[in-house]
């Protein structure tokens, strides 16, 4: 067993979406483009 299968034992992995402004000060709603969530559960 390698050291990334021991880390991930036991484990709950939120992973969502999220805004960089990159250029500009624009800044839409947040319920607008995070309409997906991944979660990822290690036993």
């Given amino acids: 067993?390698?050291?990334d299968e021991v880390n991930?034992?036991?484990s709950i992995?939120?992973?969502s979406l999220s805004t960089?402004?990159?250029v500009?000060?624009?800044f839409?709603?947040?319920k607008n483009y995070?309409?997906?969530t991944?979660?990822?559960?290690c036993i």
Avoid: A, H, S, W
Wanted: hydrophobic share 35%; glycine share 8%.
């Fill in 20 to 22: 960089e402004n990159l």
């Fill in 28 to 30: 839409p709603k947040k």
């Fill in 8 to 10: 991930k034992r036991d």
């Fill in 34 to 36: 995070d309409l997906m």
């Fill in 1 to 3: 067993m390698n050291v």
């Fill in 38 to 41: 991944g979660i990822l559960i």
């Fill in 24 to 26: 500009g000060n624009y």
């Fill in 13 to 15: 992995t939120k992973f």
